[in-house]
């Protein structure tokens, strides 16, 4: 931490800087050379007068109430009195650094959460195909992701996770995902290799998943899951739903998981679609109801999600049109 020279005579200067030995002593003038990160200390006189970015504790003497008071209105994390300083300045400081960066990091998320959705797949054109997405996170920061890419000519793979948990480390996963997903040419590929890395590196979360690749000229589906709930549905007009239920493994538990893969042929306007688990929670009941419900309403493009979820939410949704 810094502490800016007083550009005021303070009688108990020195007595302040023995009780503070760790801190770098840096003049005025030479703020724009240092860390505008960094708490700095400093005379309330000053800082009013300079008004510097950098996240300042002001000292003040016990008449200076009014500056003290201006000087929190101008963003000061803390005042103290010159011969008056805490019990344990150094504990004081260390608490005071630890809540600036909590703000900070608080203050980042909503552009922490545009970059996270910059990093969703961009729509793209396929012949007799439409690609439908929807994505809404809980909070800022989302622990679903979904993404798609062209493998070659005629065959698209495709993937839609949901990592166990929320916030931070749930959300650094998807990008994790979106970085590592070129490497893989199969659902079953993809499946195993973050399987893997998962267990290799022993992160103390799961992932969901269902991914799939599509070949858009023989309408060829074939998709594997690693124990994703809800499971994929296909509608078809004048037809009842079709529940693609498996049993498997989330990512994550074990590096001997085993994967099925799953193959049907879309007819013409079908939809297949797969949902993380916060598409249930509009519902009531159990899990059994909210999944009926979920189905109804996904058959009769009835499907809204409330402005403000307590689970994030994603859908990705391949409709076949002629």
Sequence with gaps: MYFIKPTRKITNLEQVLATLPNLQIIDIEDLHLYDPTIIAIADVEDFLLYQWPLPTIVLAHENEGAALSQSWELGALAGWIWNKLPAHPEKSLQKIDAQYKRNQDSRDLPSAADLQQRLLPNPIELPNYQIETFFQPSAYLSGDWYDYWKLNDHELLFYLADVSGHGVTSSLLTS???AF?????TPRELIKKLNGMLVQENIEKHITMIAGILDFKSHELRWSSAGHYPPAIIFEPHTAPKVLNTSSFPLGLTGDLEVEEFHCTLPKHARFIICSDGALEPF?????EQFTQLVQHL???SFKVPEHVADDVAILSLRRMN
Excluded: C, T, V
Aim: no cysteine; hydrophobic share 25%; aromatic share 6%.
């Design 181 to 185: 997903h070129g490497r893989s040419k």
């Design 299 to 301: 058959q009769n493009h």
């Design 284 to 288: 009531e009941g159990g899990l059994n």
């Design 176 to 178: 994790w995902m979106a």
